[in-house]
């Protein structure tokens, strides 16, 4: 059985390991892979991946993706409507980066249907090749932190937008 003071001192000792661990969440998080080091220039202190998600009416949702893994960047945003509503195939969507007042466009895509649903797919790379999937990064590209927002727009008008974590 341990005594009173024995486990006073346990206590107190999880408490000093945890106020230590929130005092330093971005260490925990880098040993991890989490998100950690610069964002938007990709700098070399670690790797990071932001991302965020959202849905809307009607049956509407969109998820963003930043990775800077080993100095190489990907940005990836993906947007899904089901058919027979406001969307349609061919609709070109729009997405844009920063504060929704002086957001960016970054690029733009036509909705296609893949399986049940309406999809917009837009993704860049640093290391992108030619023939695949992703773009190059436009030279006006914003830096992207922890606190991006990220927009996806068509006709001009936002349609759906999260902020990347």
Same mark, same amino acid.
């Given at each position: 059985?341990?005594?009173?003071? *024995?486990?006073?001192?346990?206590?107190?000792?999880a408490a000093v390991a945890l106020a230590a661990m929130a005092a330093a969440p971005s260490e925990a998080l880098a040993k991890k892979g989490g998100n950690s080091g610069s964002g938007g220039?990709?700098?070399?202190? *670690?790797?990071?991946?932001y991302t965020c998600r959202a849905? *809307?009416?009607?049956?509407?949702?969109m998820q963003a993706r930043w990775e800077v893994k080993k100095g190489r960047k990907r940005f990836r945003?993906?947007?899904?409507?089901?058919?027979?509503?406001?969307?349609t195939v061919g609709q070109i969507m729009t997405v844009a980066v920063g504060p929704?007042?002086?957001?960016?466009d970054v690029g733009s895509a036509a909705l296609e249907v893949i399986g049940?649903?309406?999809?917009?797919?837009?993704?860049?790379?640093?290391?992108?090749?030619?023939?695949?999937?992703?773009?190059?990064?436009?030279?006006?590209?914003?830096?992207?932190t922890a606190a991006t927002d990220v927009t996806v727009k068509?006709? *001009?008008a936002a349609v759906l937008g999260c902020t990347l974590r």
């Open positions: 059985m341990h005594s009173k003071i *024995g486990l006073a001192t346990m206590a107190l000792g220039g990709g700098g070399s202190s *670690g790797d990071v991946r849905t *809307g009416a009607p049956d509407i949702s945003v993906e947007f899904e409507a089901a058919t027979g509503g406001a969307y929704v007042e002086t957001a960016l049940a649903d309406l999809v917009f797919e837009l993704g860049f790379d640093s290391k992108a090749q030619s023939g695949g999937d992703n773009l190059a990064f436009p030279p006006n590209f914003p830096t992207i068509t006709g *001009g």
